[in-house]
């Protein structure tokens, strides 16, 4: 006896998803970040990111010596102590970014499960390019690779599109360039701070703190600043803020270039200034928590504040990054599967 239509209709889904499930992944791609907490950890994993021209566009004659010679033994012990400040115990613990990376892809794994969801990292492990080359030996096919960088740079997602156009032995890719105004993350982020508010009551100001980037690569064409703007702009305006309510500004400058104005520390040191002694501060360019974020706002820069308060009561609020919560696990979901329904 023949089936009926429906019934029919879904055991041909379900032998489409079988076929898809064996040759098609989503790799979500992170900065990366130190395996430990350690000098020889950062200063490997340092080495390895701004050792990218991506990152540093410096002579490479000029760079590398200056880089290996002076920045890393300088820098390595100071950095591993802000990491171990915020190190992540228990068996699924290390580092934050890392931490939230590997629950996040669960996480989507859990919206796709006729894909494969792996994570990967540009620098540092799991590698992206080992990742790939893991696909191609378990049968897949084809992977659309979402960076998570909600704001396109040729320092990072173009870095990551560097590895994909050198990857010779993995599966076919599709790059995910940027989702800075897709209207699900964008109400996923205001919702996420509409919740904070909710339970913690509102703070005087909202800021928004995007990681910073030389002017000069702005000034050649890189659209980061620009998405950032946009993103920032359409998340306070789900939020119904008005203008004066929300400022933009960008942290995590080094080196002697001149960055992205306004700094995340010359704003907050204003607004202390000016009287505010209860602001919020949201980094919607960090899907995930990291050093950036938990380290340099919600310590370090909330330290500064209360500092230039000059008032005992004075406080930086930071509301988490999206991490590995449901809503942001549905967002990547539909920009993963948009991606797959788009490929040529």
């Known amino acids: 006896m023949q089936a009926p239509a429906s019934i029919a209709a879904t055991g041909e889904s379900k032998a489409t998803d079988t076929r898809q499930a064996a040759d098609t992944a989503v790799v979500l791609v992170n ?33 590398l010596p200056l880089l290996h010679l002076v920045i890393l033994p300088l820098r390595a012990k100071v950095v591993s102590r802000k990491y171990a400040s915020i190190w992540v115990a228990g068996d699924d613990g290390g580092s934050p970014l890392a931490v939230y990376t590997r629950r996040l892809a669960r996480a989507l794994q859990d919206e796709l499960p006729h894909l494969r969801v792996i994570d990967a990292m540009r620098y540092g492990t799991p590698s992206l390019a080992s990742r790939l080359r893991q696909l191609r030996a378990e049968g897949v096919r084809r992977a659309v ?40 993350w964008v109400e996923t982020v205001a919702a996420s701070i ?17 990681h910073g980037l030389p002017q000069r690569l702005v000034d050649a064409g890189d659209p980061y600043a620009d998405q ?12 119904g803020l008005a203008d004066d309510a929300w400022t933009l500004s960008y942290q995590s400058r080094f080196g002697r270039d001149r960055w992205l104005e306004p700094s995340t520390q010359g704003t907050l040191r204003a607004l202390a ?62 920009l993963a599967n948009h991606r797959l329904e788009t490929w040529h």
């Open 31 to 63: 900065l990366g970040t130190p395996d430990a907490a350690t000098p020889a950890a950062v200063r490997r994993y340092l080495a390895e990111f701004l050792s990218d021209r991506r990152v540093v566009s410096l002579p490479r004659a000029l760079w």
């Open 145 to 184: 690779v979402l960076p998570l960088y909600p704001q396109y740079s040729t320092t990072t997602t173009a870095s990551v599109g560097d590895v994909l156009a050198g990857a010779e032995d993995g599966p076919q890719t599709r790059l995910i360039d940027d989702y800075h105004l897709d209207p699900g």
């Open 194 to 210: 509409r919740d904070y508010r909710s339970r913690h009551g509102s703070g005087e100001h909202l800021l928004f703190s995007f």
């Open 228 to 239: 950032c703007q946009a993103s920032a702009r359409a998340i306070a305006r789900c939020l």
């Open 273 to 334: 200034g000016r009287g505010v002694r209860k602001v919020d501060v949201v980094a919607p360019g960090f899907p995930v928590d990291c050093i950036e974020t938990l380290e340099e706002v919600a310590m370090m820069l909330a330290e500064d504040f209360a500092a230039h308060a000059g008032d005992a009561g004075a406080t930086l609020r930071y509301i988490p990054c999206l991490n590995d919560s449901r809503a942001h696990a549905r967002v990547l979901a539909a």
